[in-house]
């Protein structure tokens, strides 16, 4: 059950870092998604000093008690506790509460949805009366009320952190829903997002009460964490009900150099291998122009006067452009093809990107212009530290120019 849950996470976190899906990448996902599960675990999502905000759909079948009793278990008294919102007679004053809502807050819904909307009356399958604004709550609704909750970050870096906020949503598309109200936070200034719990996967449908009802059979008599999440999860995989919840908090910034490649604005190839990278750093080099442009400079080198050295060897003298144009892509291969990405807080950085026949191809290219077509063998090599150099230049501009907002990644999955 963990294994599922964890290889889902590892696969959807390399895919948002554009990290290819190989051995390498694979395992060094899952070893971060595992530590990260580990770490986020202590982390309490309801607990005493909230304010705890309650709303569940209109039908008779949803039980605002149901997520009272879990606040009350987690020792908030009962000052701190939302009246009962229930359907769309009270969807005004719920949203109002959350905007009044100045301190750290526990938001819970339980009801039907939608990848936009959470429904407050109505929503069954087949009707056609969802996308009335008055039963539902639209995604941008309630981010606004989130936004009068948010604070200045401390840390010195841009945005707003909401990180004081807890979201539980048990709807059927509250993954989708829940994408998507981050989504508006990050477009409205918020760069450290709160931690949301959904009761459903992408595109998925929920099952009954699983969440809110499990969290309260295992009768947790103290604050809510995320691994008591993870254990009721798991619980219900056993109970062959195959529920797949899911957990969503910011990605932390060990987490993003673990796994490296770039969570927000893709990256800028080079032609760098990451043992000639790690050979320029060892050297002192840290600032990633130069160790690009150095780098370039070192590989260039190598194939221009070791490859042929190593040919003669071969008693291959007649063939040494063959291996020249082969070792430039073969370093690479071996070594670790290299690219600048750029980071949510508008660092660059070199990083593992991803290899592929395609790149191979195109490294054979740049390896034959640079050290067969240009005449020169200098020119060659200071046009490859050139190439490297204004690539880097380029990711380090446009850096500078917008800094990204931090994403949210569903790095701690139940």
Known sequence: EDRYSVGLAAYRLLKAHGRALDKVSVRDAVEAITEERATAGAQAIVHPGQRFIRGV????????????????????????????????????????????????????????????????????????????????????????????????????????????????????????????????????????????????????????????????????????????????????FRALTFVDFAVFTAESEALANRIGGSPSRGHVELGLAGVTRRIVEALGARNPVTVAAVGGLLESIFVLAIVPLIALAFNAGDATWVFQVLAFPAIHFLGGAQVAVTRSDGTVVLERGPLNLQKLLILTALGAVFHLAIPSAIAGAAAHAVFNLVAVAVAVRGARQTRD?????????A
Request: net charge negative.
């Open 57 to 236: 759909h209109g039908d008779a079948e949803f039980d605002p008690g149901l997520l009272s009793a879990i606040a009350v278990n987690a020792g908030i008294p009962a000052t701190s506790i939302s009246p009962a919102y229930k359907g769309s007679k009270d969807k005004d004053a719920l949203l109002a509460d959350v905007g009044a809502t100045k301190g750290p807050l526990a938001f819970a819904y339980n009801g039907h949805g939608d990848s936009e909307n959470l429904w407050t009356d109505a929503g069954h399958a087949g009707e056609t009366d969802v996308r009335d604004p008055s039963k539902t709550i639209h995604f941008t609704e309630l981010g606004n009320e989130l936004l009068r909750n948010v604070v200045r970050r401390t840390d010195g870096q841009p945005g707003m952190d909401m990180s004081r906020a807890s979201l539980i949503f048990e709807t059927c598309n509250s993954y989708n829903f829940a994408q998507n109200l981050l989504r508006y936070l990050r477009e409205n200034g918020v760069t450290v997002p709160p931690t949301i719990v959904v009761s459903s996967n992408a595109d998925r449908l929920s099952i009954g009460d699983m969440l809110i009802q499990s969290l309260n059979d295992a009768n947790i008599r103290r604050p809510v964490t995320l691994g008591d999440i993870f254990q009721v999860e798991t619980q219900q």
């Open 405 to 413: 907002l931090a994403l949210s990644r569903e790095i701690a999955r």
